[in-house]
């Protein structure tokens, strides 16, 4: 199902890793990868383990791209080998695989697409330590919803 505008209530399409870091659904979730429709608008990859924090990206943003999550670094590269968005917003801190170190597998692969950090991360040295790995940009939490959609919009 994809979302649209009417879609309401929101539900959510939780993809994970099994054991054998192979990629399993569960029953709530927002996009499944074969009914991503490449045509109708651009697809972001959300890496992030915090489901509120996801909940709040997602809301901000699906109105006018498709969103589909992936909770943990492992799950961040699986996801954009499969699905090759066109643009990652990478939280730093999460399970299995940290996003810098996510983010420096992507870019052996892909060196075009943007990521975007969202992350509790402030420093200038996060900024910096996320930027080698070849990030794109960099926003601190909590996140300004205005921010994000004018940012995300400007490296689409």
Known sequence: MLLEDSFFPYKEKV????????????EVNVLEKENLDVKKSPIILVAEDTDSNFTLVSI???KEYQIVRAKNGVEAVKLHAEVH????LMDIQMPELNGLDATRLIR???QKVPIIALT???????????????GSDYMSKPINPDELRKLVKRRL
């Open 15 to 26: 993809l994970s890793c099994d054991d054998k870091k192979n990629i399993v659904s569960d």
């Open 60 to 62: 901000l943003l699906r």
């Open 85 to 88: 968005p066109d643009l990652v």
């Open 108 to 110: 052996e692969v892909d």
């Open 120 to 134: 509790a991360y402030a420093f200038e040295s996060d900024r910096l330590a996320f930027m080698e790995t070849g």
